[in-house]
């Protein structure tokens, strides 16, 4: 039987590269995208693009027309559960026999994270399901923080002293295309296959190591902040984040700070046969994100 795979998410961190790993194994592959004439531009011919809105229902029919996996990533905009099951049951209703969830470390047990919830919401439409619970994403760096660090030269966040098992998105996605692509052995009873990973790098660092990895690679001073959360939470509003966006990431870095985010595992090694990549690594690689002649002072 040919898998057809639905990737949400499609234009972001991890999304983005699951359709391309999938592309290039030349697999049926459908990107969920808000534009799909734009996406098809970055896609390429390889992947169909469909127009999803988990807020929309009318899209949901033809998005899921045909496909019998899912790879499943909660928008950041949206933290309200209500918003995103009615999605997940049209998917049931129209054949998906398994998601693969893009989750974060620790989510069964916080319950104020809505991956928990998501979680929960998908255990009950009784379909094999796989949690990808990532630890912090490097790729953060780049996108989230990029402009403090290419104008400011900082690294702004609460996450006090407490130390991180930084992932790279790109070994993420590895693991998802991996566990997509896998064919389950029926002789090993393994047709229903609910399974949890937890997906971290191979050492934990505090953000003041994080930043010397930074300057040492850019070759010149890159600061830890080590900001309050009320400053963290002020500045990034005034940098335009929605507060539902700050919030999950206050919760992210509160975890961090009391020490909850230092889990190492060898999940990653043992599914992909090759060590993690690590943050120097990481920083070498996407190096041009962070360049500036001329930084500017902090505000």
Avoid at 13 to 33: D, M, Y
Avoid at 45 to 70: E, H, Q
Avoid at 168 to 175: C, K, L
Wanted: aromatic content about 10%; some cysteine; glycine content about 6%.
């Amino acid at each position: 039987m040919v898998t057809n795979i639905l990737v949400t998410g499609a234009t972001g961190n991890v999304g983005q590269e699951v359709v391309r790993l999938l592309s290039l194994q030349e697999l049926p592959v459908t990107a969920a995208v808000r534009n799909p004439i734009e996406a098809a531009k970055s896609f390429g011919s390889n992947v169909r693009c469909i127009l999803f809105d988990f807020t929309n229902p009318d899209t949901f029919a033809d998005a899921f027309a045909g496909i019998n996996k899912l790879f499943l990533v909660r928008p950041p905009a949206i933290a309200n559960i209500h918003k995103i099951t009615p999605a997940l049951n049209a998917a049931k209703r129209a054949g998906v026999e398994e998601i693969v969830f893009l989750s974060i470390i620790g989510a069964d047990k916080n319950r104020i994270v809505p991956h928990y919830k998501i979680e929960r919401a998908i255990e009950q439409l009784n379909i094999s399901a796989i949690f990808l619970r990532c630890s912090f994403f490097m790729q953060n760096l780049n996108t989230t923080h990029r402009e403090d660090i290419r104008l400011r030269d900082r690294l702004f966040m609460p996450a006090g002293n407490g130390r991180t098992s930084f992932i790279d998105v790109r070994d993420i996605a590895a693991v998802a295309v991996k566990i997509l692509t896998e064919v389950p052995d029926k002789s090993k009873g393994e047709l229903s296959r609910n399974r949890a990973y937890d997906l971290t790098g191979t050492v934990a660092l505090t953000y003041y190591e994080v930043a010397s990895i930074f300057t040492t690679v850019l070759g010149r001073q890159i600061q830890y902040t080590n900001s309050s959360i009320p400053i963290f939470v002020w500045q990034m509003l005034r940098q335009g984040f929605s507060w539902q966006f700050v919030l999950v990431m206050v919760g992210i870095y509160t975890t961090a700070r009391y020490g909850l985010a230092d889990l190492v595992t060898s999940n990653v090694h043992q599914l992909l046969e090759h060590i993690p990549i690590s943050m120097q690594q990481y920083v070498e690689d996407y190096r041009q994100c962070w360049l500036c002649l001329q930084p500017i002072a902090v505000g």
